[in-house]
């Protein structure tokens, strides 16, 4: 099973939005309604920011958004805040692996 | 709430095995889907294995099919996950990871209790 494929980076000043794509194939995104997003600090274990294509786990802002069109699921922050400067991962369900990342997006607060 | 504590880091020589532990507490580990994800320095997430509760077994990613084994004691609440022949690409850090309470134990939502990760060093 391959990794999801994400845009390397992506950056925006702090009140923006901004948007992280996460394409897979009909084996995994575009196959199941399975695609979750993680977090990561540097240093720091993932989080868990939105499950189930678009639910949010309580506790996670609401300026955190997903959703999904075909094989490709995608994130977007709004109002950017200083701490959401993380590297960013996607995870999709894909049968045999319950568990297959994305290559990652590091997002940059101007 | 469930919480996961894992082991210490680990320095290996090439070929040696490692194995490393994950306690969970506030919970029951039988009732959980324990899974285990490493990232190398640098580098993304990646999926090793972990328990399906849909087929009551455990399932390896294909890559480490082979080379490692991941196991639970119950009695103390306590996974393991022991992996052999270590070459210097095995440098990471190991995470286990469970789907808690919170999201209805659903594996397939994602994991959303993690440890906080443990260093395993492969170098001559």
């Known amino acids: 099973q391959s990794a999801l494929t994400q845009s390397r980076s992506v950056s925006g000043s702090p009140g923006q939005s901004v948007t992280i794509s996460c394409t897979g194939t009909s084996s995994d995104v575009g196959g199941y309604n399975y695609v979750s997003w993680y977090q990561q600090h540097p240093g720091k274990a993932p989080k868990l920011m939105i499950y189930?294509?678009?639910k949010r786990p309580s506790g996670v802002p609401d300026r955190f958004s997903g959703s999904k069109s075909g094989n490709t699921a995608s994130l977007t922050i709004s109002g950017l805040q200083a701490e959401d400067e993380a590297d960013y991962y996607c995870?999709?369900?894909?049968?045999?692996?319950?568990?297959?990342f994305g290559t990652g997006t590091k997002v940059s607060v101007l | 709430q469930v919480q996961l504590v894992q082991s210490g880091a680990e320095v290996k020589k090439p070929g040696a095995s490692v194995k490393v532990s994950c306690k969970v507490s506030?919970?029951?580990?039988?009732?959980?889907?324990m899974h285990w994800v490493r990232q190398a320095p640098g580098k993304g997430l990646e999926w090793m294995g972990g328990f399906d509760p849909e087929d009551g077994e455990t399932i390896y990613a294909q890559k480490f099919q082979g080379r490692v084994i991941m196991t639970e004691d119950t009695s103390i609440d306590t996974a393991y996950m022991d992996l052999n022949s270590l070459r210097s690409e095995d440098t990471a850090v190991y995470y286990c990871a469970v789907v808690g309470p919170s999201l209805g134990y659903y594996y397939r939502y994602g994991l959303d209790v993690w440890g906080q990760g443990t260093t395993v060093t492969v170098s001559s």
């Open positions: 995870c999709s369900y894909a049968g045999s692996s319950p568990y297959v």
């Open positions: 506030g919970h029951t580990l039988a009732e959980l889907s």
């Open positions: 189930d294509v678009s």
